[in-house]
């Protein structure tokens, strides 16, 4: 077609050819898809027309379609795709104009995402889009037609993910507000009820009723993609409708050129309808060109008069009429769909009953009886019958059509239902071909019931027509033929199966053409063309005036067989070959000829170009020779005098450079002379006033310590009298408020009292209201508070009343009769009382003023008291806080140097013993050398089974012996649990060194808050709070009386009792678990009732306020009114007793909790000394190491530490000898029990009487076989466990278990073998499994341990290993993600911690291992590709002039780029992966790397002049920001490792800043905070300006920065430490695989190992 327009041209102006070329995007869009064997398969039949006018230039086009394939729509095979516009819309999704669309990718639909391939391979489908919505501007289609085409493609979309859910077997439901079917409608302008409703029911009408009816899930999904096929068909049509009026010219045709592209032969595994009708139309098409091809050339042999004999072709006519013909295939199945119960199973049978047996080109499959098989002219098709009725029919159920007509939003929805008289599946014209000249032809609108019965034709009907309409087309034409062939089935270039190619030109006939061809003459000439073209062979003798005849003459000698060629009336046919035959002489003819007519034409031109050559040799000489002769004599002449000219300079010069340097030592030497002198005068005047400040300092110094020490006495004295003055005080006050002063105050006032009582009580209820008052206030500020002390009260009255109930009752009968006595001397005192009484009302009206003044300024104090508590608790908390942050910091600090000590006492120690291992080879080798016959073993075997064990004098019998392979030499057994227990004893003993520590702190913490509370604490006033404090102190006692009560009652129990008597179900022992249950529930309330009393009395504590010495008046006036509210005088006796009593007791107390807090201060302290001194003490061995060389300091730091742990470890077995005593004994007693028990058991089946059992008759009983239920263990022989190291661990390659099996499938297997021994309990085979592959782990990395993939599978197994030691321990905290399967998976008999230990510390090994070898692998590349690749082409310009060019060891083109370390990081990112390590662990080793990065390229940088430039940072920056987009794309940047790049972009920074002003050194200064002063100083040293916009950093702006920077307490180091390795860790990661579902595979060699 593009070749058509672009010969042809337009007719018009039009731009038609253009119009034709934009129709392909469009169609290839929404009909063409992704196959397997195709990634641009077109799915549809097309027969284009382009029209050309008189001169043959193109006026339009029109186009015709044939059976799309619908069922792609909704269904696609694995591979495959959707059509192309699907995938384009969800490439475009983000676009503005498609948000409305509500669109995603292609992976969220239902209708793109089954084939699993939406990505085609160099294809942009957004870039798709843009041409596919350019075509259709191009055609005419405009915006808001093509908005509505989109928004009808989304919603079918969205439409396939509407989801069903079964109500029962025949109905189903859509869930509410769906949001897929909501879209759907929102789209399409439709209501969602009706549309929810019809996707789950359907109308079935009758001759009288119509009945609803629900259908079943299957059927509504059925519905739903039916309806999605119908609406994409509708689209189909109306697009190639529009494409065809928009191609439509109205210009008359002339003639016409038709492009017929239709889909081949196809059959697959499964093959439907969709095949079957592609495949009949290919018969039809195969029968025509049968019939144009070999027909027509047999015609034209007998037009020839050629003897010709005919030769027999495949016609494939019988197989047309098994299809096509009366009670064919397509007859039976328009047929069955009439049927009202038709189905693919009777159609299937109709088949077989018409057509098995009777045609030859009809099967029936031997193992299927719904499928057939019909002979094509390609090969054999097998036709799956299922589904072929429904894809006939093509049902569409009229309710959702008709609720899809009444959209009102798209326009472009009436159009598409448009009830038009259907002829063919698309558009197809009753003529078969429709005249481009002719109008298009209007829909006419038809009945109803004529509409719905075109409707009801089915498929193949409708294809059938299209198709003849297609032939006859196809016959009224001259056809011609392409042919394309697929070279291979996977769609590689340059891959050519000749197999494939072979099927393919069979199943088109091509095969049977040539077949034809070769036997008759495929080539043909005419006379005069032959005469014309091979003229040059014949001689002018030979030409005749007859071209015939002197054709035949020259064939005559030329071709000596005849039968070779044939003469004809008007050609001369050839056979195969002939042609070529004659072009061959022919072309040797004329190469004869041009090989003469060159040897003549090149000796004439070389001829004359000698004679030219010769004459200009000539003149050139004769020119050159006087040249050469002026120059000889120029140069003579110059000589002489550049010879005087350089004696005189030279003269010169000599003088003036002596001149020069004697006036310059003269200079030198007087200042240097007087420099000397100036230094001399002020060192002996430095010294004079050092002498006078000395002097002064001196005195001022002994002036200052005399009157600090007269200060300090002066302040002793003042605080001891203060604390007398204090005593006096509270004694003034006791005596105040005694009882005795009061009765000398009030003596002889009992009558007076008597007869004032009234008023009395009057001022009493005054005093009550104000009372009243004051606590209505404070209830408003703290009703909590009230709360608690009404509680406190009841519960003094309830405690009050049951304790002084008998005391009162006597001393109320004594006082009685002292009042009696007291009675008539007070009526005699009366008379003085009445006298008083107005003197003291006058008094007590003074005293109420007063009493409300106190009260005004109490609450004044109170609100004050508020405030400030508040403030300071506010200031507290803040200062708390932040000391917190402060220690929690500086503990993570202590701990990560903590682990990285550690962790380099491991590689130390690892080093050595390689060193050991190194030095014990190098012994043997001597030692084989120095025997003769003694054959050397290999380097890799080592000798040394266990290097985690040390010698120890107590060893058990029991380990087993690990013998050297010396045969003269035996070692002793080492115990590895010794050393265990050691390392363990360590750890604990560090962790309660931690806990005493923090202990301490919050002791400290503890007293320091005590005494801010003591002198923030006011005074406690008043007998309530003393009698509160009473009771407190009264609880605590009885509380620990019941602890001494329990620990004497646990001991009872453990030590007098016989174990048969504190057994759990003796009755003793129930009696008295019962009193330790109530003696435990007593205790616990005695608790809560000590914690309420706490409570309360802090609240009261600081609810009184403090008060100065002069409210001590005002309280004695309240205790005065307290005591004149007591009507009896005894009352007032006992209180004062009891407030003596209480003060006393509250005193003593006090004291002697002050002596515990003593001593408990003075132990903690003491504790605080030894443990600094045991600091102390291993300092200075840790700084007398250090001295040592690094050997000798390893070993003796490793001898110290074994004599410590082995001291340790004596008291340690000591322990565990008593534990297993203990252990035997509960043993014994549990045999004990278990006889008792069998003893009980026979004794109640003796009791049962024979007669009750009865013997009943046994049936047979089908036992059914039980699956076996693994428990995830392995078994394995002791004899076994070399093989399985060598197997599992020694000859294992990484590579293959990483691509092929399970992350951490060594490490399961080893687990699940260890299980087993525990299951076993054999310590001793747990032992032996553990040491030998912790030993193998060794071997296999010493032997591979400079490859990356093998230290980090390693490294992944082992932490996995650890990771299922921890998980399945049985301990809670590593239980916590466990299923219950796995919780029964736990070891039972054995606590391997100790191991875990051993592993963590291999774990580091390796880990460290793997640092140095991604070191090595990344070390050669940093500096290359950071600094001196240009990343970016062009910004470093020019190289700094004066600096000598830096040239690499690597040649240019093996330099290493960012490129390469990307891809190298890459690479070790994805290997760590494929393993299965943990990423926690991954994001460390990230971490590392980059930091290795950072250190080598900072330390680089400041070590070269010529990469310190504005360039060369903003290349920095450049190389950083890739790096971290690498750590974004990798999903690692909460890994750290940006942190540790922040040195070089600081550095970067730092070389592109302006560096000039003041300002932009405090900028300096502020951004560089990563960098030390050291190395910021010679950065701005170093830089180098590259070009003139570049300055160099001036002295005195680096002194300005040297200046501000002098505070800054960093290291003066200047290179960063490339060679630090972080602290590692590795957190715990439970595995969610179950144990009993792994399968061990064959290629580990493994048949020896047993699943359990």
């Known amino acids: ?297 047999q015609e034209e042999y007998m037009r020839e008069q050629i003897p010709w004999t005919l030769i027999d072709f495949y016609d494939n006519q019988p197989c047309i009429n098994l299809i096509e013909a009366k009670l064919g295939v397509l007859d039976l199945l328009d047929e069955e769909c009439k049927m009202p119960k038709g189905s693919d199973n009777s159609w299937a049978q109709k088949l077989y009953n018409t057509h098995l047996n009777k045609t030859a080109l009809f099967e029936k499959p031997r193992l299927s009886n719904k499928a057939f098989i019909i002979q094509h002219f390609a090969d054999k098709v097998e036709y799956q019958c299922e589904g072929f009725l429904e894809k006939n029919k093509d049902t569409v159920y009229e309710e959702q059509i008709k609720v899809l007509k009444s959209s009102k939003k798209l326009k472009i929805l009436s159009e598409l239902f448009q009830d038009v008289k259907v002829i063919s599946p698309t558009s197809a014209t009753p003529s078969g071909r429709t005249p481009l000249s002719r109008a298009p032809v209007k829909p006419t609108q038809s009945k109803t019931a004529q509409a719905s019965k075109e409707h009801k034709k089915s498929v193949g009907h409708q294809f059938r027509n299209s198709l003849q309409l297609l032939m006859e087309t196809l016959n009224a034409t001259t056809p011609h033929y392409v042919r394309c062939i697929k070279p291979n089935d996977f769609k590689f270039p340059f891959m050519f199966d000749e197999k494939r190619t072979v099927q393919q030109l069979r199943a088109c006939g091509v095969l049977e053409t040539i077949r034809i061809s070769a036997a008759g003459f495929p080539s043909r000439w005419t006379y005069q063309e032959f005469f014309s073209r091979y003229r040059v062979l014949m001689k002018q003798k030979d030409v005749l005036g007859d071209r015939k005849q002197t054709c035949k003459n020259v064939l005559e000698k030329l071709i000596l067989d005849k039968d070779k060629y044939q003469f004809g009336k008007t050609k001369i046919f050839f056979r195969a070959g002939q042609v070529a035959f004659l072009e061959k002489i022919r072309s040797d003819k004329l190469r004869a000829a041009c090989v003469r007519i060159q040897k003549t034409i090149r000796g004439w031109l070389m001829r004359k170009k000698y004679l030219r050559m010769r004459k200009a040799a000539i003149t050139i000489q004769r020119y050159v020779r006087g040249y050469q002769a002026r120059c000889l004599v120029t140069f003579l002449r110059r000589t002489r005098a550049a010879t005087i000219i350089q004696k005189f300079q030279r003269m010169y010069t000599i003088r003036k450079r002596y001149r020069c340097k004697r006036a310059a030592t003269v200079v030198l030497q007087s200042y240097l002379r007087g420099y000397i002198a100036r230094k001399q005068y002020r060192k002996m005047l430095r010294e004079h006033k050092a002498t006078v400040i000395q002097k002064r300092v001196r005195g001022w110094l002994a ?680 919780n029964e998976h736990c070891l039972t008999n054995f606590d391997l911690a100790e191991y875990r230990q051993v592993l963590s510390d291999l774990a580091i090994q390796i880990y460290q291992q793997l640092v140095r070898v991604l070191e090595n692998i990344l070390q050669p590349m940093i500096v290359s590709g950071m600094l001196e690749h240009e990343t970016i082409q062009g910004v470093s310009g020019v190289k700094p002039t004066g600096l000598r060019k830096r040239t690499s060891s690597i040649a240019d083109e093996g330099t290493y780029t960012l490129d390469s370390i990307i891809r190298q990081l890459n690479t070790f990112h994805s290997i760590m992966c494929q393993h299965g390590m943990d990423p926690e662990l991954v994001k460390q080793v990230v971490k590392q790397m980059f930091y290795i990065i950072g250190a080598v390229t900072l330390n680089n940088l400041l070590l070269r002049k010529d990469m310190c430039s504005w360039s060369k940072g903003m290349q920095i920056r450049y190389n950083v920001s890739q790096l971290e987009e690498w750590l974004r794309d990798k999903n690692l940047m909460t890994s750290g490792a940006k942190e540790t790049l922040e040195p070089l972009i600081q550095a970067a920074q730092l070389l592109q800043v302006k560096k000039k002003t003041d300002e932009d050194a405090e900028a300096i200064c502020s951004m560089c905070n990563a960098l030390t002063t050291a190395q910021i100083l010679k950065v701005l040293n170093l830089y180098t300006p590259v070009n003139e916009f570049e300055e160099r950093v001036t002295v005195s702006f680096i002194r300005t920065i040297q200046m501000r920077m002098r505070d800054r307490k960093d290291s003066p180091q200047l290179l960063t430490d490339a060679k630090h390795i972080f602290p590692v860790t590795f957190p715990f990661n439970p595995s969610s695989l179950a144990l009993e579902t792994i399968q061990i595979p064959a290629s580990l060699g493994l048949a020896f190992l047993t699943r359990v």
């Not at 629900?214 to 119908?230: C, E, G, T, W, Y």
């Not at 002791?1003 to 008043?1022: D, H, I, N, S």
């Not at 302290?1165 to 300092?1179: A, D, F, T, V």
């Open 1 to 297: 077609m593009r070749y058509f327009a672009t010969v042809s041209g337009s007719a018009s102006e039009a731009n038609v050819e253009e119009k034709v070329l934009a129709s392909n995007p469009i169609m290839e869009s929404i009909g063409n898809a992704k196959t397997t064997r195709n990634d641009n398969s077109s799915r549809f039949g097309k027969y284009i027309e382009i029209g050309f006018d008189k001169r043959y230039r193109i006026i339009g086009a029109n186009m015709r379609t044939y059976l799309l394939e619908k069922s792609r729509v909704v269904f696609q095979a694995e591979e495959e795709r959707n059509y192309h516009i699907f995938y384009q819309l969800c490439a475009s999704a983000t676009l503005p104009e498609f948000k409305t669309l509500r669109l995603g990718g292609a992976n969220y639909f239902h209708y793109t995402k089954q084939g699993g391939s939406p990505v085609i391979d160099g294809i942009d489908d957004a870039k798709e889009m843009l041409n596919t919505r350019r075509a259709c501007t191009l055609l005419g289609i405009v915006d808001s037609y093509q908005m509505g085409i989109f928004q009808i493609l989304a919603a079918i979309l969205h439409l396939g993910n509407v989801a069903f859910t079964s109500r029962d077997a025949d109905s189903c439901t859509i869930p509410p507000k769906h949001e897929p079917l909501s879209i759907f409608c929102d789209l399409m302008g439709v209501e969602y009820e009706q549309m929810a409703h019809w996707l789950t029911h359907r109308k079935l009408a009758t001759a009288t009723e119509t009945y609803i009816k629900p259908i079943s899930k299957l059927q509504a999904v059925n519905a739903r993609d039916a309806l999605a096929k119908h609406i994409y068909a509708n689209l189909f049509n109306w697009i190639v409708d529009h494409v065809n009026k928009a191609l439509h010219s109205t210009m008359k045709q002339h003639s016409f050129i038709g492009v017929l592209d239709i889909y081949g032969f196809e059959t697959f595994e499964i093959n439907s309808f969709e095949q079957f009708c592609i495949n009949y139309a290919n018969e039809k098409l195969q029968q025509q060109f049968n019939m144009h091809v070999f027909k027509l050339e």
């Open 703 to 1382: 002036r200052l310590h005399y009157r600090r020490a007269l200060e300090a006495i002066v302040y002793l004295q003042c605080c001891y009298r203060r604390m007398m003055a204090k005593r006096e005080l509270k004694k003034l006050k006791i005596e105040a408020r005694s009882v005795e002063h009061y009765k000398k105050l009030n003596f002889g006032m009992e009558n007076k009292i008597m007869q004032l009582q009234r008023k009395i009580d009057e001022q009493s209820k005054d005093s009550k209201s104000l009372l009243e008052k004051l606590t209505h206030l404070e209830a408003t500020y703290s009703s909590e508070k009230e709360k608690l002390r009404s509680d406190v009260e009841r519960l003094k009255m309830s405690e009050e009343e049951a304790k002084n109930a008998t005391n009162r009752v006597l001393s109320l009968q004594d006082e009685i009769s002292k009042l009696q006595k007291e009675l008539h001397q007070t009526q005699s005192e009366k008379k003085l009382i009445q006298e008083k009484s107005e003197i003291y009302k006058q008094e007590t009206d003074v005293l109420v003023l007063e009493l409300k003044e106190q009260n005004m300024l109490l609450k004044k104090e109170k609100d004050d008291l508020n405030h400030r508590i508040q403030n300071q608790a506010k200031e507290m908390t803040d200062a708390m806080e932040k000391r917190l942050l402060e220690e929690t910091q500086q503990l993570e600090l202590d701990l990560n140097d903590e682990r990285l000590r550690y962790q380099n006492l491991l590689n130390e120690f690892s080093r050595l013993e390689e060193r050991y291992d190194d030095l014990k080879d190098e012994m043997k080798l001597m030692v084989t050398i120095s025997k003769p016959g003694h054959k050397r073993t290999d380097s890799t075997h080592s000798s040394n089974e266990s290097e985690y064990t040390y010698s120890s004098e107590i060893t058990e019998a029991e380990e087993f012996p690990m013998r050297m392979e010396e045969p003269s030499e035996k070692k002793a057994p080492l115990d590895m649990s010794l050393f265990l227990k050691l390392q363990k004893r360590v750890s604990e003993l560090e962790q309660e060194k931690q806990s005493m520590q923090d202990e301490l702190d919050r002791k400290e913490e503890q007293v320091l808050r005590a005494k801010a509370k003591e002198e923030e604490r006011p005074q406690m006033r008043g007998a309530e709070l003393e009698y509160e404090s009473l009771k407190r102190q009264e609880l605590e006692s009885e509380n620990k009386k019941l602890k001494n009560e329990l620990n004497e009652l646990r001991k009872a129990l453990t030590e007098k009792s016989p174990p048969g008597v504190t057994a759990p179900g003796a009755p003793a022992y129930k009696v008295l678990l019962e009193q330790m249950t109530s003696v435990s529930e007593e205790l616990e309330v005695r608790k809560e009732e000590v914690l309420i009393l706490r409570s309360q009395l802090m609240s009261q504590k600081e609810a009184i306020p403090i008060k100065d010495d002069k409210n001590t008046m005002t309280d004695s006036t309240i205790l005065l009114e307290d005591v004149q509210k007591m009507k009896d005088k005894g009352e007032i006796a006992q209180a004062y007793i009891g407030l003596k009593e209480t003060n006393r007791l509250l005193e003593s107390q006090l004291q002697t909790q002050k002596r515990s807090h003593d001593n408990e201060l003075e132990a903690l302290r003491g504790e605080i000394q030894s443990l600094k001194e045991e600091n102390n003490r291993q300092q200075q061995l840790l700084a007398q190491n250090l001295q040592l060389p690094p050997e000798a300091r390893i070993e003796a730091s490793l001898q110290h530490e074994i004599t410590r742990l082995t001291n340790e470890n004596l008291d340690l077995m000591e322990q565990l000898e008593k534990q297993d005593k203990t252990v035997r004994k509960l043993k014994k007693q549990l045999k004990v029990f278990a006889k008792k028990i069998d003893e009980l058991e026979v004794g109640q089946m003796e009791n049962i009487s024979p007669g009750q059992i009865i013997d009943e008759p046994i049936h047979p009983v089908n036992i059914p076989r039980k699956e076996k239920d693994f428990q995830g263990m392995l078994e394995y022989k002791k004899e076994d466990e070399p093989k399985l190291v060598k197997n599992l661990i020694l000859d294992l390659k990484p590579r293959g278990v990483a691509v092929n099996l399970i992350p951490g499938l060594p490490a399961y297997i080893l687990f699940m073998c260890v299980r087993h021994a525990d299951y076993l309990n054999d310590d001793q085979k747990v032992r032996s499994l553990l040491t030998s592959t912790i030993n193998g782990i060794k071997k296999i990395l010493k032997k591979r341990g400079d490859d990356f993939e093998a230290v980090s599978f390693w490294l992944s197994n082992t932490c996995r290993f650890l990771h299922c030691l921890k998980q399945y321990s049985g301990e809670e905290g590593f239980m916590k993600h466990n299923t219950p399967r796995q």
